[in-house]
């Protein structure tokens, strides 16, 4: 050992313990191994420092004729204890970090302060001579007094160890625990932090988590339920309702094939009957979106098939209306005509119907007539690479053909019936004029264009390609070098 360490091992010794605090902070997070070997160097320099001089942590301090080298001796050896298990306490929390994560923070605290009991009670028995029984038995009434002192808090630790153990939910896992619905940000020795989906935090205890009813979106994975529920008229049939429930499900793209989307009756009272449908969904992400857009189409299809949500104004439409002057009521273009210009105008609108499967307009062809979607679904598909894909999904209300009524250009895509359709549809000769006449509707049209021309052209266009890093250093990379 160098002469300057034999000669002052005391000074050593607190400038390592110093070395180690520094080390252990000016050391990036992310280079956690580095840290744990330059803590176990430096233990392991600390520990021959002190055994070289004698100063035997399973001894007594020495140079007991001198008081103030007895108690710095003294003090160096407790520490021993302490960075031993301060050392032990990282080694242990490494090693469960690579097994288990996360989620095996609780345990890892939890043996880190046994491990410091341990080591506090070694030093008192082996450095100060103390006699352990009576510590024991002192720190035994002591704790039974804060235990009592400490008992809801207690029962949150050790709840925390049951949820640890079985692991009913983990960090990442979208859950609601009586009711409180949110993504676990953190587990610890006390409660249960959930970020809710309005961005707020909220603390359960976990003594509160171990036995309250706890839902776990997150399992199995990629697959997340929703439930939209709608009440409807009395007076509407079941199988008429059930069926544009159905319909509307088909038209929401977000749900999931399998498990297979429901529409089931749930309630039925004198003001009205309740019916809920029920899916799944890829991403927690998805749940508002696709809840507000199957509401939506639930509302449509409903409309369609002549029957009204209890809360919307039943009656608004005089039963003695057609169907294209309902339709044009609720088209978001052609609302705004006026009443006599909507009874003319539904006069030129001549019904069609398709069975699933049949091509409505193909892409590349010109149309000279608009289509509007009375009932039904349309398929909107696209050509990329030479393969079709499904786009998108049309409803009641939506238009169809507007590209050769404005521009004579053809059909961007094809659309066809997925569902039975009815379609109302205007001959050219006969819309032209109003759009010359209403440039409101004219514009309304236009932009409606310009935006499934933007959609499509980003559906179709080949995503850019990243350049491929090359060079001696890139192969290091690659390698983990």
Known sequence: MPSFIADHPMLCAVALILIDIAVWRLISPNLANWKLAARLVIFAVFSAVLFNDGMNPMQAAPYADDTTLHLAATALQIGWWLFAARTLTVLLGAVMMQRVGHTGRLLQ????????????????????????????????AVAIIVGLALQSTLSDVFSGIVLNTTKPYQIDDWISIDGTEGRVTDIDWRATRLQTSQGSLAVIPNSLAAKAKIINFSRPADMFGLAVSLQVSPHARPQTVIEALERAMQGCRPLLAQPATSVAFKASTGSGVEYEISGFVPAMGLKRETRNQLYDLAYRHLQAAGVGLLSATEGSTPPAVSGARALLERSSIFSTLRQ????????????????????????????????????????VLLIKDGHKFEAGRMGPGEVIGESGILSDQAALADFSAKTYCTLYRIENEYLKPCLDARHDIGEAMKALLDFRRHAAQALTEDAPVVPVKKGFIQWLRNRGL
């Open 340 to 379: 006599e210009e909507k009874d003319t105008f539904s006069q030129n609108m001549t019904l069609h119907t398709y069975r699933a499967g049949e091509m409505i307009l193909a892409a590349g062809e010109v149309s000279d007539h608009l289509f509007i979607v009375e009932s039904g679904v349309v398929s």
């Open 109 to 140: 605290d939890l043996l880190g302060a046994v491990i410091f009991l341990i080591a506090i009670i070694a030093a008192m028995a082996y450095v100060l001579d103390l006699p352990v029984k009576g510590v024991l038995a002192t720190s035994g």
